[in-house]
């Protein structure tokens, strides 16, 4: 099926309600009878997390870090996307991860197996994120928290989908390419901000960048290892 110009994509129907043949009424609905909510269940945890962490060191101890490692904290490996450096950080993660999960989880599936898809994606997209940022951090003892990588596997993820037809569409494709170019320009003005601010404040933060890069790279290049195939007579009617 043809995309028309000026036909919103689906971020901006995402963010919007608009998703094509389903709202988002009915994709709650559906979620509750499967058993889950996986966007909502995963940005409670983040905040159960935030919660936690401040009683077991705050989050300079559960970033993940070429000096950690090297410590022998291998746990931050898993610790470092539930960790999250203030309330906006741990705030604009959630928004942004709510926004995206229900569009996901139409292209990954509606029962258990989709579940299983959708955190093996995130899980996959968290360890690229942290694999992105230690190659290039790779004498920086600055820890990098945060689940925004994983988030930005699933953005990667619907930078190639389709919600109407339920496929992948080719990494060529203009929808494709137009996606790269709004993750492009997000990042870049995000970076300029957060530069900006932690300078400000006499702090060494920011926004890590390449996590994000690690992220979005995963989720849009290995998008049908998690992507199932849609049988005609399981795809969605169109009129």
């Known amino acids: 099926m043809s995309h028309h110009a000026g036909r919103p994509t689906t971020l901006q129907r995402a963010a919007s309600g608009r998703l094509g043949p389903l709202s988002w009424r009915a994709l709650l609905a559906e979620d509750v009878r499967a058993g889950g909510l996986p966007g909502l269940l995963t940005a409670a945890a983040l905040v ?6 401040w009683f077991i060191g705050g989050p300079a101890a559960l970033g993940v870090s070429r000096e950690a490692l090297s410590n ?13 450096a203030g309330h906006w950080h741990l705030w604009m993660n959630c928004g942004a991860l709510l926004s995206m999960s229900l569009p996901v989880r139409m292209m990954l599936g509606r029962r258990s ?7 093996a994606l995130l899980v996959a997209s968290a360890a690229a994120a942290a694999a992105a940022y ?10 990098m928290v945060g689940a925004s990588g994983a988030i930005c596997g699933l953005w990667g993820l619907l930078v190639r989908s389709d919600l109407e037809s339920r496929r992948l569409r080719p990494l060529a494709s203009r929808e494709v390419l137009l996606g790269l170019r709004d993750f492009t320009i997000s990042n870049g003005v995000l970076f300029g901000l957060l530069f900006a601010l932690a300078r400000s404040q006499g702090g060494a933060g920011g ?13 849009l290049l290995a998008a049908p290892l998690f992507v199932p195939k849609v049988r005609d007579e399981e795809r969605p009617a169109t009129s």
Not at 48 to 53: K, R
Not at 113 to 119: D, H, I, K, Q
Not at 207 to 219: I, K, M, Q, R, S
């Open 134 to 143: 230690l190659a290039i951090h790779a004498d920086d003892g600055l820890p």
């Open 113 to 119: 197996a989709g579940w299983l898809r959708y955190v």
């Open 72 to 84: 022998g904290r291998w746990w931050v490996l898993l610790t470092h996307p539930a960790t999250h």
């Open 48 to 53: 159960a997390a935030y919660v936690g962490e």
């Open 207 to 219: 926004l890590a960048w390449e996590a994000h890069l690690g992220g979005f790279l995963l989720g």
